[in-house]
């Protein structure tokens, strides 16, 4: 079903169901369009029934989820579950088995390349990188998508980028070369690029592995920023339950390819069914200074 | 100067007075008559060929590199210059010393060789840089057999001499019909790779973070890979295989500029072209006979091949 298909199709139910209820046709089409338009505009990224194999083996199945505007969602779950191919799907880069995912209501198989790289950017766990680039050269990526293919940077592009990195406090390592820079560095000069991609939707693949602390929480807090202050959607992966408590407004839990919880972050993080998930026995605590921490049980 | 020195020497002041000859229309004086020849008919074209087709072998070798993200792979050792010169000695046997046929059996072997070399390094299991290599290795091997079938079944007065010259590489033969014909496909190529300089830089980040950045990387790596074989077919249909050029500077370029494409292209297309232009005028010089270029390219290439190789553990390049 594409996205055309589905805003008819919840058109016609509309209409349908406002029809019995006032009795009034033109009135009914006039609200439902407006509605309609709201709900898309509102959710800019929506799974409808995914499901994806690698051969027999099926990783997704039946996932359906939305993301507010604007939001931080994580999602969370054991390894293999299926948190970065989810990922893939939602970027175009793997095809779907079956089922939809609407990009602002468009439908991602519907889309180009530019199309959704212009709508959804990816800050991946690392780069694959073989030559050494300078960090302003991989900053400059980002404008990939609303560049035609023949066109280099601008100056301006150039400009741009050296914002988006002072923005960030590492101007300095504009020069430097990507892998001179530190895990941290790199993380960070992964998001400027995906800001200067400036899309709406950002999708990060374990921002905080190989990270020490001090570094997990700068990152951490910069997403949160950026998300805020850029009015950007984030869907991120994240292993550490105690992070996604603190940053996330929404998580959705995976397990075995399937959503087993998901919502706002203090409905869905509770013990019972964090240990569902994972498969040992947690428990919710508030620390002294009244912050909640998710702790394995045996640890008592 | 690569002009000048030879076996015939031409002092720069009876090149000046052949130049401004031709620029103005006079007739060339009778005492020069002989240096015209010289000048005009064998020395211009041929510096002409060596400057081009270094530059297209440097070229083809960056974008080699950044398409696979390869630090180690060239057209010559992916197998595309052994699939061209069987390319090229097949249609010597079929349809005899035409430059169109040569030139598109060369494209076309070429391009198969690039293909089944890829295809064996993607199916490897392992995910190593030197997989590729092996697999151009195996491909090159294979096409080194059907050039030497080519050369048993070939008529040893007029094909086999004509096969043989390609495995060694040069450019004694060169005249200004060798220019006309491939100067075109060196421009068409070219300008494709030149243009879409910067979309290396992306692709060579590896396929998946390529896609997520709008690349449509199956496309971009066609075009990529046939451009450069094309210029690769072609300057191998006409002046033999002249291995190494593309592996070498694609390096030295980088160590001078940076990994860049937008900059790289170009840089280590004018210094594959000087590098050649040095490497033909050696050639010809050093001794009295001409040393075949493909000798003189190997002894530089094949060393510097080890020492990437030894670096590789050290660093990513």
Request: aromatic content about 8%.
């Amino acid at each position: 079903m594409g996205g055309s298909d589905f805003y008819f199709y919840s058109l016609f139910v509309d209409i349908k169901f406002t029809f019995i209820k006032y009795e009034t046709i033109s009135i009914t089409v006039h609200i439902s369009k407006e509605m309609m338009k709201k709900t898309i505009s509102n959710l800019p990224l929506q799974v409808k029934g995914v499901n994806f194999s690698y051969g027999k083996k099926n990783v997704l199945r039946n996932i359906t989820f939305s993301v507010p505007h604007a939001s931080i969602c994580g999602l969370l779950g054991p390894n293999g579950s299926g948190k970065t191919t989810l990922l893939g799907c939602i970027s175009g880069i793997k095809k779907l088995e079956s089922g939809s995912i609407f990009l602002h209501g468009k439908a991602v198989q519907m889309m180009t390349r530019k199309e959704i790289a212009r709508e959804v950017s990816v800050v991946p766990q690392q780069t694959g990188f073989i030559f050494p680039f300078k960090v302003l050269d991989m900053v400059l990526m980002g404008k990939a998508p609303v560049k035609e293919i023949w066109e280099t940077p601008s100056l301006a592009d150039r400009e741009e980028a050296l914002g988006v990195l002072e923005r960030l406090g590492i101007r300095e390592l504009s020069g430097r070369t990507f892998q001179q820079i530190s895990g941290g560095e790199k993380q960070m000069v992964l998001i400027a690029r995906s800001l200067l991609q400036n899309t709406d939707i950002m999708l990060l693949d374990e921002p905080t592995s190989h990270l020490d602390m001090k570094n997990q929480i700068l990152i951490l807090d910069l997403i949160k920023k950026v998300s805020y202050e850029n009015r950007i959607t984030v869907l991120m992966t994240l292993h550490d339950p105690n992070l996604a408590l603190h940053y996330c407004d929404q998580i959705i839990l995976l397990k075995n390819g399937q959503i087993m919880s998901q919502g706002n972050t203090s409905e869905v993080m509770q013990s019972q069914k964090l240990s569902n998930v994972y498969g040992i026995e947690v428990e919710l605590g508030i620390t002294s200074k009244g912050t909640r921490v998710v702790v394995p049980s045996c640890w008592r | 100067m690569s002009i000048g020195v030879g076996l015939y020497s031409l002092p720069m002041e009876v090149i000046f007075e052949l130049v401004s000859c031709k620029l103005t229309n006079r007739a060339v004086p009778s005492e020069l008559f002989s240096p015209s020849v010289v000048f005009w008919s064998v020395r211009l074209p041929r510096a002409i060929m060596a400057l081009l087709v270094g530059a297209v072998l440097a070229l083809a070798g960056t974008v080699f590199q950044g398409v696979f993200r390869n630090p180690l792979v060239s057209p010559d050792i992916l197998g595309v210059s052994a699939g061209a010169g069987f390319g090229a000695g097949l249609a010597i046997i079929l349809v005899g010393r035409s430059a169109l046929a040569v030139q598109s059996m060369a494209f076309i072997f070429g391009l198969a060789a690039v293909v089944a070399a890829y295809q064996i390094g993607r199916r490897s299991r392992s995910d190593s840089v030197t997989v590729l290599v092996l697999a151009g290795v195996i491909v090159t091997a294979i096409f080194t057999a059907g050039l030497s079938f080519l050369k048993y079944v070939a008529d040893p007065y007029e094909q086999l001499p004509a096969i043989v010259f390609w495995t060694m590489g040069g450019f004694s033969d060169i005249v200004w019909k060798d220019v006309y014909w491939t100067l075109p496909v060196f421009i068409a190529g070219t300008a494709v790779l030149f243009f879409l300089r910067w979309r290396l830089d992306l692709l060579s980040l590896g396929d998946e973070e390529a896609l997520t950045l709008g690349v449509d990387v199956k496309k971009m790596r066609v075009l990529y890979i046939s451009a450069s074989t094309l210029i690769v077919a072609s300057s191998i249909s006409t002046c033999g295989t002249i291995g190494w050029v593309g592996l070498v500077m694609p390096h030295m370029a980088r160590l001078i500029v940076g990994p860049n494409h937008q900059f790289l292209i170009s840089f280590a297309s004018v210094l594959g072209a000087i590098f050649m232009l040095i490497i033909d005028t050696l050639a010809r010089t050093i001794s009295s006979g001409e040393i075949p270029i493909s000798i003189m390219t190997s002894v530089i290439g094949a060393p510097f091949l080890a020492y990437l190789l030894l670096r590789q553990e050290e660093s990513n390049f």
